[in-house]
T-cell receptor
Framework: ELKVEQNPLFLSMQEGKNYTIYCNYS?????LYWYRQDPGKSLESLFV?????AVKQEGRLMASLDTKARLSTLHITAAVHDLSATYFC???????????FGAGTTVTVRA | DTAVSQTPKYLVTQMGNDKSIKCEQN?????MYWYKQDSKKFLKIMFS???????INETVPNRFSPKSPDKAHLNLHINSLELGDSAVYFC????????????FGPGTRLTVT
């Protein structure tokens, strides 16, 4: 069974500082996804990473994928309050349509 | 326009009842999903249909039955509701079964008393 582990599970950020969320997975895959969920809301797609070395950036968020290490990182630059949310990574493996989610990282940005 | 919509948004019911949740997408996607999110925010796939064909059928009680009348709709029927069924159920859709982002509906918060 594909296991997806995120850390940290909770992250208290100070405005203006940089942070990284890590996502490790247990089996070979070159497809990794990041989603954001605001409290009480739905999930919103942030990034789709489909190859080793893929890097995508949107605003203060940058995601990368290292398929050999089975690791993706979500880097947050100069945190702002609007980034407070829960961030999920998810993985599926070739030949299997099932998306397996990590437990989520709950981010709180404080002044 | 809402891309993926679900009804109802909230559902409070008693143990033993039967209930349905409806989902519709207007994105023209071929693939639709049902997910369950528990109280600890853990998300688990339940079912997926691609072009009206069931392609994911996870280990869920057979009290849960999905139905896809057409590519734009995927409904979830739950028989004999139990306390442990209380959760938020999300519908989602995507252009293809894999390799693309999924678009999630607003969720249905089911509370079984």
């Amino acid at each position: 069974e594909l296991k997806v582990e995120q850390n940290p599970l909770f992250l208290s950020m100070q405005e203006g500082k940089n942070y990284t969320i890590y996502c490790n997975y247990s089996t070979t895959s070159d497809r990794l996804y990041w989603y954001r969920q605001d409290p009480g809301k739905s999930l919103e797609s942030l990034f789709v990473l489909l190859s080793n070395g893929a890097v995508k950036q949107e605003g203060r968020l940058m995601a990368s994928l290292d398929t050999k290490a089975r690791l993706s990182t979500l880097h947050i630059t100069a945190a702002v309050h609007d980034l407070s949310a829960t961030y999920f990574c998810a993985v599926d493996k070739q030949g299997d349509y099932k998306l397996s989610f990590g437990a989520g990282t709950t981010v709180t940005v404080r002044a | 326009d809402t891309a993926v919509s679900q009804t109802p948004k909230y559902l409070v019911t008693q143990m033993g009842n039967d209930k349905s949740i409806k989902c519709e997408q207007n994105l023209g996607h071929d693939t639709m999903y049902w997910y369950k999110q528990d109280s600890k925010k853990f998300l688990k796939i339940m079912f997926s249909y691609n072009n009206k064909e069931l392609i994911i059928n996870e280990t869920v009680p057979n009290r849960f039955s999905p139905k896809s009348p057409d590519k734009a709709h995927l409904n979830l029927h739950i028989n004999s509701l139990e306390l442990g069924d209380s959760a938020v159920y999300f519908c989602a859709s995507s252009q293809a079964p894999t390799g693309v982002e999924q678009y999630f509906g607003p969720g249905t918060r089911l509370t079984v008393t």
